[in-house]
C-alpha cells in the first residue's frame, strides 16, 4: 500500500473510531439549543471573570486550539478559546464550543504539548455534546436557568463564593445542579477521543499526563488548596491509569510530532506570568531568574515585562536589551521594547522598534497593535487605521483594536466607522447600554445598505440580550 493510501486509510479508521466513542449528533438538545445556552453562560462568565484581552497571548491559544481542532471532524460550531485572569489551576468547555483556561494553569506548565492536551480535552467534552447530553436527559430546557447553574459551578470551583450561590441559587435548587457535572465516563470519554486527535496534531500526548500530574500533587498542599479543575474534573486517578495504558499501547505508533516551534510557548507563558499573575510574585520570581541565569533571554524578558507593570521603565529597558542581546532578532522581544518606549512616551523610538519588529515578522500582533497606537499619538490617523485593520484581517479582534480603531476612524471623519467599531468594543465589554448608543449613532451615520442591516442586526442583537437578562432579574 502506497504512502497516500496509507494515510488516508489511518484518517478513516481514526474518524471511525471517534463516532463509536463519541456519536456526535446521535444525542442531546438541537445545536441551536446549544447556542442559546452558550449565549447565556458567556453573560454570566464575562460579568464574574476577567478574560485577557492580549493579542500575543490569545492569538497563540487560538492556534494551538485550531491546530488541534483541524484534525477533527466538520465541527458545527465555531470553536472560540479563552484566556481567564485567575491564579488557579482550572479550564473548562461549555456548550457550542468556548473554551476557558486559566493564566495560572498555563504558569504551571513546561511545554506546548501540556497546553495541548488540556485543550485537546476540552475540545472533546463539546464534541462528545456531555453538558448536552446531560441536559436532554434531566428534560430540562430552561436555557437561561442552566447557564445560570453552570456558570455558579464554574465560578464557585474558582473561588467564586457568594456571588457563585447566588447565580447557582437563583438559577435553580441546588440540590438539582449535580445534573451539569462530568462523570467519570465523561471524563474517560473525553481523553479516549482527546488523545487520537492530539497525536494527529503532532503530539505525543505525554503532555496531558505531566500537567495532570501537576494538578494531582497541588491537591495535597491543604484542605483549602485543592485545585479548582478537580471540582469540574473528576477521577484524576482513572484518567491517569487510562493515559498511561493508552500511550503505552501506542508507543510504536508511527507519530508525526510537528509541533509549534517550543519558543513560542516559553514566550507566551513569560508574558502570562510577568502582566497576568500577581505582580510582586512575578517580580521576585524573575529576580531570581535573572540573578542565577543572567543569558537567559526568556528570563530578561519577563523580567523586562514585569517590571515596566510595576511602572519601572527605564529598568524594564535595560533588560529587555539583555534579551535582545541574546537573540536579537526575537521579534517579540523587540515588539515588547517598542511597547515600553510608547509608554514611556518616546514616541520614536516606539516607532522605529515596533518597524523593526514587524521587518522581522509581519503581523506581529503586538507590534501591530502598539505601531497603530504609536502613530494615532504622530498624528497618524491613516496610517494606525491601517495597523488596526490588519490586525482585524488576522482575526485578533480584542476590545482594545475595536477602540482604537474606533478613534482612528473618528480622527479622520469616518463616522459611521468610528460609532460602529466603538459599539463593537462595548458590545465585547458586555456594556449593552453604551453599545446600543453607539450602533444608533452608526445607524444615523451610515449610508451603505448592507451596512445598516448589519447595524440592525446588532441592535436588535442587544435589544434581545437586555429583555433576557430583565426577565433573569425578575425569577
Not at 510557548?265 to 499573575?277: E, G, K, S
Not at 520614536?348 to 497593535?369: I, M
Amino acid at each position: 500500500m502506497n504512502t497516500l493510501k496509507k494515510t488516508v486509510v489511518g484518517l478513516v479508521a481514526i474518524a471511525f473510531l471517534a463516532n463509536l466513542l463519541c456519536p456526535y449528533a446521535a444525542m442531546g438538545i438541537t445545536i441551536k439549543e446549544e447556542e442559546e445556552m452558550a449565549r447565556e453562560f458567556m453573560r454570566y462568565i464575562t460579568a464574574q471573570f476577567e478574560i485577557v484581552d492580549d493579542p500575543v497571548v490569545v492569538n497563540y491559544i487560538n492556534k494551538i486550539g485550531e491546530k488541534i481542532l483541524a484534525n477533527f471532524p466538520p465541527q458545527p460550531f465555531s470553536y472560540q478559546f479563552y484566556v481567564v485572569k485567575e491564579d488557579v489551576y482550572n479550564a473548562f468547555a461549555t456548550a457550542a464550543g468556548h473554551i476557558f483556561i486559566y493564566t495560572g494553569l498555563i504558569a504551571a506548565m513546561d511545554s506546548e504539548d501540556e497546553l495541548a492536551g488540556i485543550l485537546s480535552h476540552e475540545i472533546s467534552h463539546v464534541y462528545c455534546r456531555h453538558i448536552s447530553q446531560k441536559i436532554e436527559r434531566s428534560k430540562m430546557i430552561n436555557m437561561a436557568m442552566l447557564a445560570g447553574v453552570a456558570a455558579g459551578l464554574l465560578i464557585g470551583a474558582a473561588g467564586g463564593g457568594q456571588a457563585a450561590s447566588a447565580i447557582t441559587m437563583g438559577s435553580m435548587a441546588a440540590g438539582q445542579s449535580a445534573v451539569l457535572a462530568f462523570s467519570r465516563e465523561d471524563e474517560i470519554q473525553a481523553d479516549q477521543v482527546g488523545l487520537v486527535y492530539l497525536q494527529e496534531a503532532g503530539y505525543t500526548g505525554e503532555g496531558l499526563t505531566e500537567i495532570l500530574n501537576k494538578i494531582r500533587s497541588k491537591q495535597w498542599y491543604g484542605a483549602g488548596q485543592v485545585p479548582s479543575y478537580l471540582m469540574t474534573h473528576p477521577a484524576v486517578e482513572d484518567r491517569l491509569a487510562y493515559i498511561d495504558t493508552y500511550l503505552a499501547g501506542n508507543a510504536d505508533k508511527e507519530k508525526k510530532i510537528s509541533r509549534l516551534n517550543s519558543e513560542d510557548f516559553a514566550l507566551v507563558r513569560a508574558r502570562i506570568i510577568a502582566l497576568y499573575t500577581d505582580e510582586s510574585i512575578a517580580l521576585k520570581k524573575y529576580e531570581t531568574a535573572v540573578r542565577s541565569n543572567p543569558g537567559d533571554a526568556m528570563a530578561n524578558y519577563g523580567y523586562g515585562l514585569v517590571l515596566a507593570r510595576a511602572g519601572k521603565r527605564e529598568e524594564a529597558i535595560v533588560a529587555l536589551k539583555k534579551a535582545l542581546a541574546v537573540e536579537a532578532f526575537n521579534a517579540s522581544i523587540l515588539s515588547a521594547l517598542g511597547r515600553v518606549y510608547f509608554t514611556d512616551r518616546k514616541y520614536q523610538d516606539a516607532l522605529s522598534t515596533l518597524q523593526g519588529a514587524l521587518s522581522l515578522q509581519p503581523g506581529e500582533p503586538e507590534a501591530l497593535f502598539f505601531l497603530g497606537r504609536t502613530q494615532m499619538e504622530l498624528g497618524r490617523p491613516a496610517e494606525a487605521q491601517t495597523a488596526f485593520e490588519t490586525l482585524k484581517k488576522q482575526g485578533v479582534v480584542t476590545k482594545q483594536v475595536y477602540y482604537f480603531l474606533g478613534k482612528s476612524y473618528g480622527e479622520q471623519g469616518k463616522l459611521a466607522e468610528a460609532y460602529y467599531s466603538l459599539g463593537l468594543y462595548y458590545f465585547l465589554k458586555r456594556d449593552f447600554g453604551n453599545a446600543r448608543i453607539k450602533f444608533t449613532q452608526a445607524l444615523e451615520k451610515a449610508q451603505d445598505s448592507e451596512k445598516r442591516q448589519e447595524i440592525e442586526a446588532r441592535l436588535k442583537e442587544i435589544k434581545d440580550i437586555q429583555a433576557a437578562l430583565k426577565q433573569q432579574n425578575r425569577n
